[in-house]
């Protein structure tokens, strides 16, 4: 994502006064955050239902009507479209459907489908294919088989906070509540025609870069540029994009991007992460101007509880970072949602989370729908076909009733089913 691309969304009133290309202008109330999101697709035949690398033909179809929207990603099995920057949370999530119809129906005409999903459900088909570019193979070089192993698809939500001091604020206040965010979104339970166990494999597959997962807590600016120096003198990350941290001021654009979700099975469940991480940035930007300090949990029960995060999602236990004990995963949800600030919230995003929690509530998350549709006939076909109808389907107005799929039209054929 260029910045000019970024830069030429904003709305007028963002920008600073006399600005060219600086930076806008920080905002006053935190309920005025502007967001955005960056969403990775993976695209698949709709017969094999296996991956295909035809990334290009559908970027370049794509790119007809949405522009620098729609990109390549590592490998030739992703694309990765971008929305622009909203202050209106129903603009945002009318434009998440389009790009994600549009992408549809670019693929489409080349005989392909698109999922939503943190990880592929099949095996791959062969060795990975990579899209071309410096920058790609250079990371191959540099990382080997790390490399192999991202087709894999996140969420990544982008705050605007042009402040760097500030963002990095915010960022101490959220990194104890990205567990939770995990949980929620988990939506890559299958990995390689299996079932792995986690209900979120690819918070667990992306642990294994030397620069990724929980972000440390950082006590100034000048200790973040320390990090990042330091990183990058050692080969552990190419440059400031490299910083794979789930929590990172974004080194292009004037924002704080949180990247800590799985690829959003549907429109409706990226809504709700993304009303849900302004909530929590807007609580974090008032507990901020009111004094009030971060919880500070070590960096081993950070990561403890991001594993068993990844690993229970919504359907069992996770860690209490301030009591170190397991609860079940829906009291923290409950309690995640009981620290916000509604005097600070937007009305439409605490409108959004309410709904979306209860949805989440009687249908699962991403993972536990994955599964449902496993569970009907212990076919991994069904997983894709649901995969292929979720990621341009229902709305947040229009769930999935209990317990149902969707049918779809495209024909049964052959997948390894499994385990």
Known sequence: MTSRGWW???PEEHRAPGSAEGAPRADRGPGSLTLGAEEEYLLVDPVSRRLRPDAEKVVAEAAAELGGRVTHELTRYQVEVRTEPHRDLAGFA?????????????AARHGLAVVSSGTPVAAQPGPTVFSDGARYARSVAEFGALDDEQNVCACHVHLGIPDPDLALRVSNHLRARLPVLIALAANSPFWQGRDTGYAGWRTM??????????????????HFEDLVAELAATGAIMDRSGLYWDIRPSHHVPTLEIRAADAASSAADTVLLAALVRAAAATALADIEAGKPPLRPSDELLRAAYWRAARDGLSGAG???????LVPATA???RFLAGLRPDVLRRDDMAAIRAGWARLRAHGNGADRQ?????????LTDVVDHLIADASGPGPEDPLP??????????????PDGP
């Not at 599964?371 to 076919?379: I, N």
């Open 94 to 106: 009318d434009e998440i459907r389009s790009l994600r119809s549009t992408v549809a129906r670019a």
């Open 332 to 334: 923290l949800v409950e």
């Open 205 to 222: 597959t992306w642990a294994r870069w030397p620069a990724a997962g929980p972000p440390p807590y950082l006590a100034s600016r000048a």
């Open 8 to 10: 030429a969304a904003l």
């Open 402 to 415: 209990e317990g149902s799929l969707p049918e779809s039209s495209l024909p049964k054929g052959p997948l």
């Open 319 to 325: 860690v209490d970072l301030e009591t170190g004990r």
């Open 371 to 379: 599964r449902a549709a496993y569970r009907v006939r212990r076919s």
